[in-house]
């Protein structure tokens, strides 16, 4: 596959009809990959909440748009904020770091890439805030 202007466009438009304001394509060779590539289109606005992965690093580069990654601690205190922009950071996240995002403009893709095979997050994988 060649993902091109014209992919990121149509996974953007459907990030912008999407109640969620996000959307993804599965990168990966077939269902039975035991790996975790995607491509994630989010809109501004888009509510992602603080997670960890227990089980997986995350890597994460952004492709096109503009978006901040934002690290906690255990007690849900904001740590850092990196600035994410095509041709900046790559960032490798930590098992278990606690991380969000926010979507600064529309259109942004980013690239994730995890180990395993999926694991959908458990309610201790998600930080309530108070």
Same mark, same amino acid.
């Given at each position: 596959?060649?993902?091109?202007k014209n992919?990121l466009?149509?996974?953007? #438009?459907?990030?912008k009809?999407?109640?969620?304001?996000r *959307?993804?394509?599965?990168l990966?060779?077939?269902p039975d990959?035991?790996? $975790?590539?995607?491509?994630?289109?989010i809109?501004p606005g888009?509510i992602l909440?603080?997670?960890?992965?227990?089980?997986?690093?995350?890597t994460?580069v952004?492709?096109?748009?503009?978006?901040?990654?934002y690290?906690?601690? #255990?007690?849900?205190?904001?740590?850092?904020?990196?600035? *994410?922009?095509?041709?900046?950071?790559?960032i490798?996240?930590?098992?278990? $770091?606690?991380?969000s995002?926010?979507s600064?403009?529309?259109?942004t893709?980013l690239l994730?890439?995890k180990?395993?095979a999926?694991?959908?997050?458990?309610?201790?994988d998600?930080?309530?805030?108070v």
């Open positions: 596959m060649i993902i091109d992919i466009d149509n996974l953007t #438009a459907q990030a009809g999407s109640p969620r304001l *959307m993804n394509l599965d990966r060779n077939s990959d035991r790996s $975790q590539r995607m491509l994630n289109a809109e888009t909440p603080i997670h960890r992965h227990r089980t997986s690093s995350e994460v952004c492709l096109r748009g503009h978006f901040e990654e690290f906690y601690d #255990a007690e849900g205190k904001l740590t850092d904020v990196i600035d *994410m922009a095509p041709g900046g950071t790559l490798n996240i930590p098992v278990g $770091q606690w991380h995002l926010k600064l403009e529309s259109g893709v994730e890439c180990d395993g999926y694991e959908p997050l458990g309610e201790e998600i930080m309530r805030q």
